[in-house]
């Protein structure tokens, strides 16, 4: 490829739209182009890029057995209905009707449509195992898209779905696709983890999420630096910092604390560290039929800890979801407002749960349901009567990981995604297969699924400085280039380059010649943007001395060699990154 003939339009300033790194710098490279709010054009350089990676997913797709298709991007609703997801899936799901007003959605997933062929196409346990794949635009209406690829409306993924005889065996293609992310994600060259993860509105039991590490991630990462674990904070089990009760040896005291809505301002007022405190978090939940009055319940976490919504929603009486309390709620239930709220005499009977520290906790600090008053030394069994207890907060940075060590917390990009579904919609769509006794059994089901664009906003995300972009090799749009010192004016130099690019090509290292009469430090600027991994210089001055100069992208300098090793030069560099 020559720059002159390849369509390259960089530029200096990213949009004031842009906000984070990625965006910034895929606008500035020239790799895509925004239509709408979400919706990108992948222009010529951001394609390749695309185009490498899903290579590189479509080979261990195909090496762990997986069979491609391609299935609509627009899907009947009649199986969404079906699922049960017509509703239950929300706004992100854009219904669309075509000319005879049926109804129709744009796919943001598979599922329903995989398991109607499925339903239709396996009849006999002597077709199982079977998983099939495709890589296709996905959308789903998100209520504000931004961060470009990062959390767009369209994109490009990867989903694939398996189909088993039993639960055994449906944990066995769990495990292979497991396998074959790991190995996908380390030939992408990205640094990452698999983390234990919630199933999400996708369902099943079994589920890992696969993270990009970077300092900018929506995502918080629970690992212990000294073993294998790693969860989702979502999902991370957060163990009671408190091993045993301590002895009630406080009064209960009712002690004024004016304009002292938070904990952290209760416990200065106090003169008492922050753990000391306890915090009241007032959600409420509706009946299944919708009839009547909301039930009340009290979460009780420690002054330091947060609330995990993904465990609340978890908890026994939670099934059809929650909602926080409104003030009148709150109000008609503990006769104060928020910031002073507890569980000791509420107006109305409230369900309380506490968070395992807090169960654990004595003599300590809570609301008095009452404005500007907090009640001091209380303790459970003597003023409270003792608890349901639940985990229910965000694991922090050094708590204990009950196997041993600490936890620690990083940031990290969701990229994939395996979930093991059961019957969740085979059941559902009636997908069932005659099994050896002759009696139609419900298909088992795993789906797994990778974000191909997502992927390459990420490893940006991962890996960039003040220049621009730094890819890994694997799914650079280029593997090097060849910026010629002088070209329309030197014949040597315009022979030399010629011929490192045909033997760079002939060696099969996707190289571009940039043939463009451009000043130097334009061009070196404009291919740093990019982030080509090597790049070749050749000029009239160093071929005198018979030399040309090869720089890695995450190099500080240049390395001279001769112009005969210059191809084995640029090879073994290439290898090496």
Not at 43 to 69: H, Q, T
Not at 98 to 110: G, N
Not at 133 to 150: A, C, N, S, V, W
Request: contains cysteine.
């Amino acid at each position: 490829m020559r720059a002159s003939k390849y369509h390259i339009n960089t530029l200096k300033e990213a949009p004031a739209e842009t906000e984070v790194v990625s965006h910034q710098l895929m606008t500035r490279a020239g790799m895509i182009r925004k239509v709408a709010g979400g919706i990108y054009t992948y222009m010529p350089l951001g394609l390749r890029v695309l185009r490498k990676i899903e290579g590189i997913v479509r080979d261990e797709m195909n090496n762990a057995g997986a069979i491609e298709l391609l299935m609509p991007v627009v899907q009947p609703a009649e199986l969404w209905v079906e699922s049960g997801r017509w509703e239950q899936y929300g706004a992100e799901l854009l219904r669309i009707k075509d000319r005879h007003q049926r109804d129709f959605v744009l796919q943001p997933t598979s599922e329903e449509v995989i398991t109607d062929i499925a339903r239709n196409e396996i009849h006999s346990w002597r077709q199982l195992p079977v998983n099939f794949y495709h890589i296709q635009t996905k959308f789903r209406d998100e209520r504000r898209p931004r961060f470009g690829l990062m959390r767009g409306r369209e994109f490009t993924m990867k989903d694939a779905y398996s189909f088993d005889r039993d639960e055994a065996s449906a944990q066995s293609s769990y495990d292979a696709m497991y396998q074959a992310y790991m190995q996908i994600f380390t030939r992408l060259g990205l640094e990452f983890r698999a983390v234990a993860a919630d199933t999400g509105s996708i369902g099943g039991s079994r589920s890992h999420e696969f993270q990009v590490i970077a300092d900018t991630g929506e995502d918080l990462i629970v690992y212990n630096p000294d073993s294998q674990y790693a969860a989702n904070i979502e999902l991370a089990a957060a163990p009671s910092l408190i091993a045993k009760r301590g002895t009630a040896t406080e009064t209960l005291v009712q002690a004024p604390t004016p304009d002292a809505a938070k904990c952290e301002i209760v416990a200065r007022q106090l003169q008492r560290p922050l753990t000391d405190t306890v915090k009241s978090i007032v959600l409420a939940t509706e009946a299944a039929d919708g009839k009547g009055d909301a039930t009340i319940w009290l979460l009780l976490l420690r002054g330091d800890h947060e609330l995990n919504e993904i465990k609340a929603g978890k908890l026994a009486g939670f099934e059809n979801g929650f909602r926080f309390a409104s003030e009148n709620e709150i109000l008609d239930t503990f006769g104060c407002v928020p910031g002073y709220l507890g569980p000791l005499k509420p107006l109305k009977p409230v369900a309380i749960i506490a968070d395992s520290t807090v169960a654990n906790m004595s003599n300590f600090i809570c609301g008095a349901n009452r404005e500007g008053f907090h009640y001091t030394g209380v303790n459970w069994g003597r003023d409270l009567p003792e608890p349901e207890i639940a985990d229910l907060r965000n694991v922090v940075a050094g708590d204990p990981d009950p196997q041993g060590g600490h936890l620690a917390i990083q940031r990290g990009i969701e990229v994939g995604h395996v979930f093991f579904l059961g019957d969740k919609y085979s059941k559902a769509l009636d997908a069932t297969f005659l099994d050896t006794d002759g009696k139609p059994t419900l298909l088992q089901m795993g789906c797994y699924g990778i974000g191909i664009s997502r992927i390459a906003a990420a490893a940006i995300e991962q890996s960039h400085d003040e220049k621009g972009i730094v890819w890994p090799r694997a799914i650079a749009p280029f593997e090097a280039v060849i910026c010629p010192m002088g070209w329309n004016k030197s014949e040597t130099v315009r022979n030399a380059a010629d011929t490192l690019y045909r033997d760079l090509l002939a060696a099969g290292v996707e190289t571009i010649l940039d043939d463009r009469d451009i000043r130097p430090g334009v061009m070196f600027a404009e291919w740093e943007l990019i982030g080509v991994p090597l790049r070749i210089t050749i000029g009239d001055r160093g071929l005198k001395e018979g030399l040309v100069e090869i720089q890695a992208r995450c190099d500080d300098t240049a390395a001279k060699v001769p112009v005969g090793d210059a191809l084995e030069s640029c090879i073994e560099r290439l290898k090496s990154l």
